[in-house]
């Protein structure tokens, strides 16, 4: 069972330099390897996990634990400053979903230019255009510019993209937010059929949602895994430490 | 899955053991394997351009246009040129402008090319070393609709084009390495500081006059011929003049140190950039 992993994840720690002034970027650039710049910014901590084919791993944890910077990891759009992460398979990013869309080109023309992005041929995306389509449900509004849709409207369009990706590992940032209930069940069921081939990664802030898609959760807080395992205890024990620690204004700090 | 394999992908994959051979295949491998998204982020922003606009392309075409109506008035009746014809000089100007101009864009555009894409950049799993490729497509998309419009200007007033310029894709082929290594440089040092964006800008309209594009080196005084010299768009305008205008063809020694100065800045760029790749996308 163990050789199965997809994901795997040693150690991880990622810190971001935080500098006090702008161009001491550009400093640490040219002569980073004689002197520090910036202070540290440790935003994943000893993260260790391994995931295996046809999961789907729910992440839970308040705003700036490290949840999307955990899945720029995995997707590799970022590096980790220590620890090795390793990844079996093609990854379809759906962070932040629509976020990537250029507000003057429509519908149409956005999803050719993300499902380059994805890493589609052309071929492949005018095939498929017609169902994405019919997937996003938006009518007429395929046709027009991205900056007249309602937000609902560019989640779907964004999610009717990613369900047409060829990929073995779907990362998913918070895409059914925004969804209706109608949209939201029909995405909810893409995603459990899509677990039949693939592995799924998902971070949501609906509890039901995860509860109901997933079959492990991770929690984390603070950079660091607080809990990982049954969706349902998990998320039970984070919505109890939701109410018990109170929203804390000094949660963001820089250094150690 | 079995996809099309060209020369370059050979000369790739059987540089596996030669490492020089895979650095130098590295880049054009790059393009190639990611030409598709290569085509549709130009072909974006080609169509972006002129999106709300009536006459679309009209306007790419009424900057050089005018501008050559211009010197032609302006330079037939007032400046008297020593050497050849008034006609001659507004043609030759024209040229080293339109040398100027696809550079000044490039160059700053450049450095605010890695922020300009961050959404792709932050949220996917992006080539980001793709987007000096289409940024120097697209300029020379607009710099072609001024060359064309030389041509017919100069098959009107001369009544025909030297055969030498036939040679011109020859002379511009070093140059597109050139302009991508530039912009390879500026854009990864862009991203880590508005300094070099604003030092561009301030420098830029300086440059001009250090380009022999009002004058060909050989009529500057000497220290103005010792800056065209350290100019690398300099020897490139000359040569364009050259085969374009005069009929004669360039020097061989010039074209030789251009062609080695180009590839020199375009490994140089590539390699500076694939080093800070990863590192960009936390500064951005």
Request: net charge positive; with cysteine; glycine share 8%.
């Amino acid at each position: 069972m163990s050789s199965e992993w997809v994901i795997r994840c040693t150690n991880v720690a990622k810190s971001y330099q935080i500098y006090s002034v702008y161009d001491h970027r550009l400093l640490q650039m040219l002569f980073g390897r004689l002197k520090k710049f910036y202070q540290d910014f440790w935003v994943l901590r000893d993260i260790s996990f391994e995931v295996k084919k046809g999961e789907c791993i729910g992440i839970v944890g308040r705003n700036g634990a490290g949840k999307t910077t955990l899945l720029q990891l995995i997707c590799g759009i970022t590096l980790p400053t220590h620890g090795e992460i390793a990844t079996r398979g093609r990854i379809a990013p759906v962070l932040a979903l629509g976020s990537a869309f250029d507000q003057d080109l429509t519908g149409r023309e956005n999803v050719m230019v993300g499902g380059a992005v994805l890493g589609l041929k052309r071929s492949k995306i005018l095939r498929s255009m017609k169902s994405i389509q019919e997937f996003s449900g938006i009518g007429e509004f395929f046709d027009r510019p991205v900056k007249f849709y309602s937000s609902g409207m560019t989640a779907r369009l964004a999610f009717a993209i990613c369900a047409h990706v060829d990929a073995d590992i779907l990362i998913i940032d918070e895409a059914l937010a925004v969804g209706d209930e109608a949209f939201q069940s029909k995405c909810l069921k893409f995603i459990d059929d899509f677990r039949a081939t693939g592995t799924v990664f998902f971070v949501s802030h609906s509890v039901a949602q995860v509860v109901k898609l997933c079959t492990r959760v991770i929690w984390i807080e603070n950079g660091r895994i607080r809990e990982i395992g049954d969706p349902k205890e998990i998320t039970e024990n984070y919505q109890k430490a939701l109410l018990r620690e109170k929203d804390d204004a000094k949660r963001f700090h820089i250094g150690n | 899955m079995k996809t099309k394999s060209s020369v370059l992908d050979v000369a790739y994959r059987s540089g596996h053991e030669k490492g020089l051979v895979r650095f130098l295949a590295r880049p054009f491998y790059n393009a190639l394997q990611y030409r598709e998204l290569i085509r549709v982020v130009l072909g974006r922003e080609l169509h972006q351009r002129f999106r709300a606009s009536y006459f679309g392309w009209v306007w790419a075409a009424a900057t050089p246009l005018l501008m050559l109506l211009v010197f032609v008035a302006v330079f037939s009746n007032t400046l008297k040129v020593e050497s050849g014809s008034d006609m001659n000089f507004a043609l030759s100007t024209f040229i080293g402008i339109l040398f100027f101009n696809l550079f000044a864009e490039l160059v700053t555009r450049a450095p605010l090319l890695l922020s300009e894409h961050a959404h792709f950049i932050k949220k996917s799993i992006f080539p980001s070393e793709i987007l000096a490729w289409t940024s120097m497509m697209r300029s020379l998309a607009y710099a072609g609709i001024g060359f064309v419009i030389f041509l017919a200007f100069e098959l009107y007033i001369r009544g025909g084009i030297p055969p030498t310029a036939l040679l011109f894709p020859f002379i511009l082929l070093p140059l597109f390495l050139l302009l991508l290594g530039i912009v390879w440089l500026l854009s990864a040092l862009g991203a880590f500081t508005r300094d070099i964006s604003f030092m561009i800008a301030s420098v830029m309209p300086v440059v001009i006059f250090a380009t022999p594009v009002f004058y060909t080196s050989l009529d500057a005084p000497l220290s103005g011929r010792l800056i065209a010299y350290i100019n690398p768009l300099a020897p490139f305008i000359e040569m364009a003049r050259e085969v374009l205008l005069l009929g004669r063809l360039p020097d061989l020694l010039s074209y030789s140190i251009a062609w080695g100065v180009s590839i020199f800045f375009f490994y140089a760029g590539y390699a500076f950039f694939m080093r800070f790749r990863s590192v960009v996308v936390d500064v951005i």
